[in-house]
């Protein structure tokens, strides 16, 4: 029976729009100081429940062949499971050296992926759910942007494997929002209109409802969607 301090720990649950919590690692790829290490770039920080497990294996091969795409949009991976560094490195060799998954084989992990046998960092992020286990990690995926803010948090259950294809598309609507200072609508992909807020001023208001404002469709007052290329998003965010 953990103490009532120890449930705190284990719950405590970063949110949206706090400060990424502060660690100091051992990994992969050396020590790392999170987040100040990756200052300027968007950081995903993601946990897995345990090395040596099939949909872990799917995931980081998945995640490893993408990684140079989401560098590309100044994003770096960082995972993180409780297990060893030497479970890590043994896992990770074998993944390469042994397993075939959709087509990828030979798949090096490049990125690093975090020791943390105390729980210290996966207590710290929320990612043991007691309900779920309290042994292993959950999947757990932080969207981290350049100025170690949390942007938005997925939690996955143990055995469910992620889409990566969503957490790329989160990653670039995240990144589209920050720079023309527009919303994405439901299933948005680079090259679908944006959504721009509901005006602060009845005048602005009108404007819109009559389609005055440049390049605007209202549907109504609180519905206002505008183009935005898929070339012109693009070249804003992805670096080559
Ligand atoms: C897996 O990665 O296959 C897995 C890990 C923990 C529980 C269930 C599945």
Redesign the pocket.
């Known amino acids: 029976m953990e103490t009532l301090q120890e449930l705190e720990q284990i719950t405590a649950m970063p949110r949206i729009g706090d400060d990424a919590p502060k660690f100091q690692a051992i990994t992969t790829q050396g020590d790392i100081n999170f987040p100040d290490d990756y200052a300027g770039k968007w950081v995903i920080l993601f946990s897995?429940?345990?090395d040596f497990?099939?949909?872990?294996?799917s995931?980081f091969m998945t995640f490893a062949n993408l990684e140079s795409k989401f560098n590309k949009a100044n994003c770096e991976l960082v995972g993180l499971s409780i297990d060893g560094l030497y479970s890590h490195i043994a896992w990770l060799r074998t993944i390469k050296e042994k397993i075939e998954f959709n087509g990828m084989k030979d798949i090096e992990v490049k990125f690093p992926l975090i020791e943390d046998i105390t729980m210290e960092v996966a207590k710290k992020y929320g990612m043991i759910q007691p309900g779920e286990?309290k042994t292993?990690a959950v999947r757990a995926v932080f969207f981290i942007d350049p100025k170690g803010i949390i942007r938005a948090i997925i939690y996955y259950p143990?055995?469910l494997g992620r889409n990566f294809d969503e957490i790329y598309r989160a990653l670039i609507a995240m990144q589209t929002s920050d720079a023309f200072s527009v919303a994405t609508p439901a299933d948005w992909n680079p090259g679908d209109d944006v959504i721009i807020s509901p005006a602060g001023s009845c005048g602005v208001a009108e404007d819109r409802m009559v389609g005055k404002e440049e390049d605007l469709n209202c549907e109504d007052w609180f519905f206002c969607t505008k183009k935005l290329g898929k070339e012109e998003v693009l070249n804003t965010v992805i670096k080559n």
């Open positions: 897995h429940p345990a497990t099939p949909v872990c294996t995931e286990s292993q143990l055995s």
